[in-house]
């Protein structure tokens, strides 16, 4: 982590989180803000209010991790839509702060408003240890590259609206544990969270890596799930990482597998290839149409 | 500032802010969230892009001030409409950098997607030295409150677009310095910014306080404002603060007006008098239709 500057900002836009190091602390302080939208997010015919609740919380939560940090508190700005019931709000909240217990993490304040559509926009701030976070741009040539559990499922599910995918869509559990894990056991030179696509944030790993990377198939696949799914489908919630090439990692942490899938390599910043042939970066880029001030 | 909780937080919700103590720092940290959305708290037809780039971000600040904080970085979540072309963003975020430009105050991330309606977050964290925060709930009998500034301008402003009230609307001054002034230099025994609307806001601070208060007039309005837009319009953000009474309070700080307006008394929490009757509050209350986990 370079150097903070005059306002303690150790990081600033363009990896899962911002860092603040306060004066003095003996812990660095991550910040994520995601934005849930009607229409955009969920849809309000298929999407139950808790789960709705769940997901907003979870993106943040997800951000955390993929940094290795400890999720602290939350801020929640919700503007509520005409139909939105004070039954919806309350199933919403009982969501948000079933997840908020489950990691001890403390609704901490937040905005309140009207609007033509429920719109939430979720702060949390993490904790690590000062200058251990795990950010995007460490991963160097040799690394092997891993990813977490099983891609595809979220976008199969909200295709199908039923089984397990539908239910790990509605209901995506971040990896707080996995990320500690990452940073603290396997000292990783990278790591991100697969929020928009693998082939497009894998891409925006070696971009912000200045390095290519060389993947083997198959990547692991949620069962059911189609290869465009596995590969472009957004709001997995895995994890990806990389570790230098020596390092023990062990097939599943906890339950969840963990896959090696291919090699950092000198190239092209943030070329991939999958068996040879070069990977198109397809996921959803929220920022494609990006002011130029982001 | 009471004992922090295991997660760090030394105040939730009910404050302007948010309190945050990192592990070992010398500050504590203060966090707010506002939502500025189309069409309730902007008009596409009337508000330039730049003013409500400049609102969005004064309406955290001013929470910063209110507390006595030094601001230092920010997140920006943004919704956009359709009709939300380049130029308008482009616009937005000049505003908005202005003034963060003028405080010191460092744009660290931000989310972006898609609306209805533009819908903006932003998130604010300030600093403190550590226990120091004012906040709403310190006021005690006797304690006498001022006021800065002249009430009633941005509630004028928005009536008549034009002149000096609208300029005050569109350019909102956050009092970053009289806040830091009062904390320091006053030791004020309780502090907040006037964003609902002056009868309210005064109602919150002596209701979070368990006190009354006895007002005298004239309440400081702005030139051409009404009573009603004096006593009851929002978004003047100018702070309000109780003092104790041998406090000496100087007539203006760096131009701005401090006017004495009455004193804290014992009796029914949140109860206002003004000239001897009672003054109902009628701000904006955002959290009428609050849910219950609020």
């Known amino acids: 982590v370079r150097a903070p500057h005059r306002h303690g900002l150790a990081l600033g836009i363009g990896d899962d989180c911002a860092i603040y190091r306060p004066r003095g602390a003996a812990e660095d302080l991550l910040f994520t803000t995601d934005m849930t939208i009607e229409g955009v997010h969920f849809r309000r015919e298929t999407h139950p209010p808790d789960a709705v609740g769940w997901r907003t919380l979870a993106r943040g939560l997800s951000d955390i991790a993929a940094m290795g940090g400890e999720p602290r ?4 700005s919700l503007a509520l839509a005409p139909w939105a019931d004070g039954r919806w709000v309350d199933r919403f909240y009982d969501g948000l702060l079933r997840l908020a217990r489950r990691y001890g993490v403390a609704l901490a304040g937040g ?6 559509r429920v719109t939430c926009d979720i702060v949390v701030c993490g904790s690590v240890p000062r200058g251990r ?3 995007r741009d460490g991963a160097r040539a040799g690394d092997h590259v891993y990813v977490s559990g099983r891609l595809g499922g979220s976008a199969l599910g909200l295709e199908t609206n039923a089984g397990p995918a539908w239910r790990k869509h509605l209901r995506p559990e971040p990896r707080i544990a996995l990320g500690r894990f990452v940073r603290e056991k396997l000292g990783a030179t990278a790591c991100m969270d697969l929020s928009d696509g ?12 200045g390095v290519a990377a060389e993947l083997t198939s198959p990547i692991p696949a949620f069962r059911g799930a189609t290869l465009d799914q596995t590969l472009d489908g957004g709001e997995d919630y895995e994890l990806l990482f990389t570790v230098r090439p020596r390092t023990g990692v062990p097939r599943s942490f906890q ?5 090696r899938i291919g090699a950092i390599r000198r190239g092209r910043a ?7 042939r070069p990977l198109p970066a397809r996921g959803y880029d929220h ?3 990006a002011p130029s001030a982001l």
Chains 1, 2 share one sequence.
Request: glycine share 8%; aromatic share 8%.
């Open 255 to 259: 339950g969840l597998p963990l896959a």
């Open 111 to 116: 905005d309140l408003a009207h609007a033509e």
């Open 133 to 135: 976070a795990l950010r």
């Open 287 to 289: 920022f494609r149409s």
């Open 270 to 276: 943030g070329r991939v290839t999958l068996d040879g």
């Open 198 to 209: 693998f082939s497009l944030d894998l891409h925006r790993l070696c971009l912000a890596s």
């Open 73 to 76: 508190f939350c801020l929640l």
